[in-house]
């Protein structure tokens, strides 16, 4: 995805509301994105809209530079731009379940560091069903190319200079809870179908080009 700049914009889904059914309904799909992540991209405006120094910056910079913000919109950023950055990537990680797995490099990488796919799927639900309250799975690269799993919480984002995000599923409850209630579970087993492995390699491939 190409680094924007203040104002941040509402992306359009790059698919239809009913395109992720029957793991995602539109109605789910709907509510995550008009008005969660629209409400993260317009708080996140408003933080930024008297500080035009920091307008210029891209959201993977001001996540990275969190320390640096004046402590009037530390924590608004923080919350709303990981909430843009975060979602952004879950939807455009996704598309219509036709049961891909993956292939080329990723493949071979998921191979090397989790001993199968079966394994890595293993694990990457676990860190999901197991993250307590709210928060995010997420699967990343290291500057090495080598994959790790890491959990964050509420709407933090994982060391961006240290780790490219290759994928990453999201655990707050507005995510399922009108289709599953409390079966997160049931919701992230879901969730490995609608896994968009071309994207997903693509950005594994890209850090590994040092283009991430």
Same mark, same amino acid.
């Given at each position: ?74 924590? #608004? @950023?923080?919350?709303? +731009?990981? $909430? ?11 598309? *219509?379940? /036709? ?28 860190? #999901? @069903?197991?993250?307590? +309250?709210? $928060? ?11 994959? *790790?799993? /890491? ?62």
């Amino acid at each position: 995805m190409k680094a924007e700049t203040y104002p941040f914009v509402v992306r359009p889904l790059p698919y239809e509301y009913d395109a992720l059914v029957p793991v995602l309904d539109a109605e789910t799909l709907t509510f995550h994105h008009d008005k969660h992540y629209k409400t993260y991209v317009d708080n996140l405006n408003n933080a930024l809209a008297d500080y035009p120094e920091l307008q210029k910056q891209s959201l993977p910079e001001l996540l990275s530079g969190l320390d640096t913000l004046p402590g009037a919109i530390r924590i #608004a @950023v923080r919350n709303n +731009g990981g $909430g843009v950055f975060n979602h952004e990537l879950y939807f455009d990680s996704m598309k *219509s379940p /036709v049961g891909q797995e993956p292939s080329g490099a990723l493949a071979e990488a998921i191979d090397r560091d989790f001993g199968s796919y079966r394994q890595w799927k293993e694990q990457m639900k676990q860190s #999901a @069903v197991s993250k307590f +309250g709210s $928060g995010w799975a997420w699967l990343v690269s290291d500057k090495n190319g080598v994959l *790790s799993i /890491v959990q964050t919480a509420n709407q933090d984002v994982p060391d961006l200079e240290e780790y490219t995000p290759v994928l990453l599923v999201d655990v707050w409850e507005h995510a399922y809870y009108l289709q599953y209630q409390n079966r997160r579970a049931d919701y992230v087993e879901g969730w490995f179908g609608l896994i968009n492995w071309r994207k997903a390699g693509k950005r594994y491939e890209d850090s590994l080009n040092g283009n991430a």
